[in-house]
């Protein structure tokens, strides 16, 4: 009993530090003259991938047995397949929801729900403009072809393979610097949401530098601390319930690594920040394509059996219907909770895999 009061505990704590995370993270981006994309792809999503980096890259360094190395992989592996299916399909539910909450409150007040806010056929459900999509679509058509080569090499071996590991920072590196570039050209183009202030400094109109770096920084140890201990109790719990470690390794742990990102999207879409909620994901992802990849590389065989090529097929076809769809300006929130379907697919798939 106690390990699902210690679970319930962690994942209200990662709530709660994520509230105070995208609060200051929106300050941070203020306050480094990123355009707003850019805090959703690059610094919060940046923040929220780094603990799990690190997680990986102490896992395949310090790892005593090849098994122990393999763990890192396969959350090397498991990191984007959370976030292409569930962290999106969480999202959309989100989002459902709260367009629900508002036709609702709409016919309370004037008895007549919203107008759809355009001709398209889909624009009354739409996530975003077409300039939105297109810049989300630029962020998967980075992660596919990267994220196929992964795989890739999962199923060769050659001597430099391990070598390799380096041209995937490289590409982190190109992704990093584009965005950079991008956010901050199109910073006049952007929408700007007011900030709230700041919880550290509730009354500064303009809080200090200092408050804006602690408060983030602070949130981040307490996010990664409460993730750690989140998945050390589904280690535990995971048997308690009848399941092998390899199915709580593969289908359980994910979830929780990727925990801290699902909830700063459905924090960002309770306050209308539906562009920020999905640029955090797609931000994540390419960060979890890249560096984890990269430290398995030069650290592991990086040799892929059948539940890890199934998790990456998984994953690369979920990618590519979500990209159809926003390439189409059709990515409606109905239809960003499918994405969520993709992993019940894969769980699936794990039984005759593991049987």
């Known amino acids: 009993m106690i390990h699902f009061v210690l ?3 962690c994942a209200v704590a990662i709530y709660l530090s994520c509230e105070w995370f995208v609060n200051a993270v929106e300050w941070l981006g203020e306050r480094l003259d990123v355009g707003r994309m850019a805090v959703g792809t690059i610094l919060a999503a940046f923040g929220t991938a780094l603990p799990e980096s690190v997680v990986t890259l102490v ?9 122990a190395k393999d763990i890192g992989v396969g959350a090397a592996m498991g990191g984007p397949l959370a976030l292409a299916t569930v ?5 959309g539910a989100m989002l459902l929801r709260k367009r629900r909450r508002e036709r609702l409150t709409a016919l ?3 008895g007549m729900p919203p107008s759809a806010p355009s001709a398209h056929p889909d624009s009354e459900e739409a996530t975003g403009t077409h300039r939105d999509m297109k810049r989300l679509a630029k962020d998967q058509k980075w992660f596919l072809p990267i994220f196929i080569v992964k795989v890739g090499l999962g199923l060769v071996a050659f001597a430099f393979k391990p070598a390799l590991g380096l041209l995937f920072f490289a590409a982190y590196a190109v992704y990093f610097w584009r965005e950079i570039r991008s956010s901050r050209a199109d910073a006049g183009d952007e929408d700007e949401d007011e900030l709230e202030p700041l919880k550290l400094q509730p009354k500064a109109a303009s809080p200090s530098t200092w408050a804006v770096v602690a408060q983030t920084s602070a949130t981040l140890v307490v996010i990664f601390i ?10 535990v719990i995971g048997p308690m ?7 709580t390794a ?16 459905v924090i960002w879409v309770r306050q209308g920040k539906t562009k920020l909620a999905l640029a955090n994901i797609s931000g994540a992802m390419m960060i979890q394509a890249t560096v984890p990849s990269g430290i398995g590389l030069l650290f592991t065989r990086w040799d892929f059996d059948g539940a890890l090529l199934w998790s990456g097929l998984i994953t690369m076809a979920a990618i590519t219907y979500l990209l159809l769809t926003m390439r189409a300006h059709r990515l409606t929130p109905r239809r960003l909770t499918v994405a969520a ?4 697919l894969f769980a699936l798939g794990l039984i005759p895999i593991l049987s």
């Open 59 to 67: 896992a395949v360094t310090t790892g005593g047995t090849e098994e």
């Open 250 to 265: 593969l289908l359980l742990s994910p979830i929780a690594t990727e925990l801290p990102e699902i909830m700063n999207a």
């Open 7 to 9: 679970l319930l505990v």
């Open 341 to 344: 379907g993709f992993y019940v």
């Open 87 to 91: 962290a999106y399909g969480v999202t």
């Open 108 to 110: 309370a007040v004037t």
């Open 226 to 235: 409460a993730a750690h201990f989140f998945v050390k109790q589904l280690d």
């Open 241 to 247: 319930l009848g399941l092998s470690a390899t199915v």
